[in-house]
């Protein structure tokens, strides 16, 4: 892709990933893109950078708009590997630039490249640097998601570069929403949001209220919101920041995930009659097996619902090796307002569904409890307390999905 003019003098100069399905960890069945940003004004001036494998795309992008050597400020929004780690081969080109970044990511920066003959200045919230017609504020967002991070708002231009807040993995054509909307469809784009969120900022929703909060309180108008992935946001800036601050709130669909793995399939038949009793209350239902499924799509289908059934065999007296890497990457993103209830099978000695509370418990979610275990292939009557156990948690999740405002 060529670079597109997002605003007169403002361009996207950044690269598509068509190809990448791994983003450290989790799937990416869309692939993703790298956004940066060029600012041609009296200095002109770089706004992010990009993957190292795409270095030399982004570098055509710029050189087809003007020579890189003419670049006078970079702005390094963030400085993981997908942000940064071009940033070398840009120097090379423009080694008399000043790079502006958050004293973290200074300190991170050193990590990554020697630093010692760059100009670099250091910003914090409410800093501003003036380029000609234009002025940039440096917004502080630490921890969305990493220490360094820090958002830039082009004052005139009412356009906030908000890294990795917004964002989406999305290769697309398109660079607007309203372009993706018209080409694709709203649905894809809305869950490509959910997907994101759910496996990189969840547990990062009470710092997300309070740095909207904050942006919002230094009363600056947003025209255009442009992330360092996915698509640009110019028709639905305020759809977009409503949308983060419900999913901060902790927004979930009446709905129940059961997400299990089975040994000998006794677990699986299991989730026949949960399904049942939970639809005959009239609660929606989707089953994840973890080792046919990617754990961010069982990620994404836990976020989405506000009731989730974990279902393990028990091995060695232990949960099954999947669904307990699963609850333990789970922990790690501190999910909340969530109910959830266990169900398993087991041989000789049981263990599992008991240490799946625990970790549930650990996590600090509504549990309802007893689970339900079946000795061996469920019987009949195991298949019938499988149903009433169905129908008694979807009551549950009713009754505890009435507590939040949609």
């Not at 979930?252 to 699986?268: E, L």
């Not at 990617?294 to 949960?319: C, D, H, Q, Y």
Request: a negative charge; proline letters at 4%; hydrophobic letters at 40%.
């Amino acid at each position: 892709m060529n670079a597109v003019e997002i605003k007169p003098g403002i361009y996207w100069v950044g690269a598509i990933d068509w190809a990448i399905r791994d983003f450290h960890g989790y799937i990416t069945p869309d692939g993703t893109t790298y956004n940066n940003y060029l600012v041609m004004d009296e200095e002109i001036t770089l706004i992010d950078t990009v993957k190292l494998d795409f270095a030399e795309t982004t570098i055509k992008n710029i050189s087809n708009i003007t020579d890189p050597s003419a670049i006078k400020n970079i702005i390094i929004n963030h400085i993981e590997n997908d942000h940064v780690t071009s940033l070398g081969r840009i120097m090379e080109l423009t080694p008399d630039a000043t790079i502006y970044i958050t004293e973290k990511g200074r300190k991170g920066l050193e990590r990554f490249f020697d630093i010692s003959s760059w100009n670099i200045s250091t910003v914090k919230t409410g800093d501003t640097l003036n380029i000609g017609k234009r002025n940039l504020l440096f917004i502080e967002t630490a921890m969305l998601h990493w220490p360094d991070s820090m958002m830039t708002y082009i004052k005139e231009d009412r356009i906030l570069v908000s890294q990795d807040g917004f964002g989406q993995h999305l290769a697309s054509a398109s660079r607007f929403d309203d372009e993706f909307i018209e080409s694709e469809s709203e649905h894809k784009l809305d869950e490509a949001v959910i997907d994101y969120y759910a496996n990189i900022l969840m547990p990062f929703g009470n710092l997300i209220k309070s740095r909207i909060g904050e942006i919002q309180d230094l009363g600056i108008e947003i025209e255009i919101i442009a992330p360092d992935h996915g698509i640009i946001w110019r028709k639905n800036t305020a759809g977009i920041i409503k949308r983060y601050l419900d999913m901060a709130n902790g927004a979930a669909d009446m709905r129940v995930a059961i997400i299990y793995d089975t040994m000998w399939q006794s677990t699986g038949i299991m989730t026949t009659p949960l399904v049942q009793g939970i639809r005959d209350e009239g609660v929606d239902c989707s089953v994840i097996k973890l080792r046919a499924t990617p754990a961010s799509v069982a990620i994404k289908e836990f976020w989405r619902s506000r009731g989730v059934l974990i279902g393990t065999p028990t091995l060695n007296n232990k949960m099954f090796p999947s669904v307990a890497g699963f609850l333990h990457q789970l922990a790690g993103l501190r999910p909340k307002n969530r109910i959830a209830g266990a169900f398993g099978s087991y041989g000789w000695g049981g263990g599992a569904v008991k240490e799946a509370y625990e970790s549930l418990k650990a996590m600090k979610l509504e549990v309802f409890e007893p689970g339900v275990e079946s000795l061996y292939r469920p019987s009949p009557e195991d298949e019938g307390r499988c149903y009433d156990f169905g129908r008694a948690f979807a009551r549950e999740v009713k009754e505890y999905h009435s507590r939040f405002k949609q």
